[in-house]
């Protein structure tokens, strides 16, 4: 049984911080991917970062590059978003979301890569 559990949302004012945690339990990830989606009100869950274990390369959303960072910390099973210069259109709930998918070339923006998923953390950020 795999678990996500996410944390670190919140209220914040727009060019303010926030960093989300997701510990991960359960089951080894090591060669999955693991990623953040974003789902504001009335629109689709999107795509906003990821990574695969064992790898350096992450990738982003373009709404995103440069003001957002995936990290990990292998040894808690936690993954990180660092969420720089927030924007009011950044409002939405977040979840973190995870594969044991090891093969080659995983769709990392694609939602139906992903096998597992957090309860999501609001973030609202005020103008």
């Known amino acids: 049984q795999v678990q996500l559990v996410e944390s670190g949302g919140g209220l914040v004012q727009a060019g303010g911080s926030l960093r989300l945690s997701c510990a991960a339990s359960?089951?080894?990830?090591?060669?999955?991917?693991m990623g953040w989606f974003r789902q504001a009100p009335g629109k689709e869950r999107e795509f906003v970062a990821a990574?695969?274990?064992?790898?350096?390369?992450?990738y982003y959303a373009d709404s995103v590059k440069g003001r957002f960072t995936i990290s990990r910390d292998n040894a808690k099973n936690t993954v990180y978003l660092q969420m720089n210069s927030l924007k009011p259109e950044d409002t939405a709930v977040y979840y973190c979301a995870a594969t044991l998918y090891r093969g080659n070339s995983p769709s990392y923006s694609s939602r139906w890569t992903y096998d597992y998923w957090g309860q999501g953390t609001q973030v609202t950020v005020s103008s």
């Open positions: 990574f695969r274990w064992g790898e350096i390369t992450t």
């Open positions: 359960g089951r080894t990830f090591s060669g999955g991917v």
